[in-house]
């Protein structure tokens, strides 16, 4: 609708230039963490857990396989094939996923405790479409949130709002078509699904996190988010919403969520990531002959990433900030500038996350140091969590033919044992 191409503004120019020039000073004091350290980083693995970690990475760094099996594996599991789950569960899932129920995830979740990382608990349904399956989803948010408040190391619950909410609603809202009686009334589900998950997480003093989605769709869910931030983030940082960085308006969006919030008297809740849609983001503008929300270039997206990272910590008292990354340069920046600004290293609005099995060099790393740090464990039955499954196994496969970064620490850590 009306958030994409807006124009750069005088106020943005100068805002941009004074975060670049920061930049350039903080790149110029030496690093503060050290995240090649295998040890820390690995040392809740046992030799056994860590050998079956590089045979898994070892798979995945094949891009044919990860692509052959991507289809094949989705199609096997719709059909519910005899010893599918079992293959599924035993491997990747047992690599990304806490477990099939809160329950089995429990384990997973306190031996991260033990490390000092919190769990940011995520039921993994997405792309639903019936009444049927939204309020199922809804309950068993429902379900995280109050499993959340019994367990101290479970301080937020993540959500998909395409979990709960028809993809073709949420497109024609962004489209700006008008609502026909079904489609009000669809709509009003939504937002009642919505808030009842928010109100849950108010009463028991949990945080949740909205994730963000394709941009055609990304307008309705802001507005979604922030309505519910007006409603429940007047005392305290409840409602979360995500901030794509790939996409070249999300700087000045968020600064804009900012100023907006200030204005009506609510509390921003910031989880950055850099974005998960962008090879479907940039052709299906090209099918449709619009230009591409997402940045040019690799560096584009990083400077505007960190950029954000800095206008969050700037305003730390007023913006609770998640640097939601595995990217070492934006995990190191953003602990430079709390170490340069004097702030406690575990102040509630500052705050990292990874994904579980990935980037265990940053998560512990940051958590033996100190810093506030989260694992986002998704949770479910393997039919329902098989497509974040296959982007994290085509996020690890390796372009180049190298080693991907996962398999080079986990083989650093094998030699370091000398097992390898």
Known sequence: MKKEGKPVDTKFEKLHQALLEAKEATEKKGPVLDFSDTQTAFASKTNEELRKAAWLFRLMNKRWLVEMGSKIGLTAVKLRLPFVDAIVKNTIFEQF???TTLLESVPTIEKLYAQNTVTVLDYGAEAKDTEEEFNKTMNETIRS?????NHESVPVVSSKITGMARFGLLQQIQEGKPHTKETREEYDAVLKRLDSICHVASENGVSLFFDAEESWIQDTIDDLVVSMMRRYNKERFVVY???QMYRHDRLQFLMDSFA???KEGYKLGAKLVRGA?????RERAAEKGYPSPIHPDKKSTDDAYNMGIR???ENYEKIALCNATHNTESCLLMAQLIHERGLPKNHPNLNFCQLLGMSDHLTFNLASAGYNTAKYVVYGAVKEVVPYLIRRAEENTAVTG???RELQLISDELKRRKLD
């Open 311 to 313: 206008f969050c910590v």
């Open 260 to 262: 907006q919030a200030e």
């Open 241 to 243: 919403n995500t901030f």
């Open 402 to 404: 190298d080693m991907s």
């Open 97 to 99: 996923c806490g477990g």
């Open 277 to 281: 849609y962008m090879d479907k983001e």
């Open 145 to 149: 949130i109050e499993f959340a408040y």
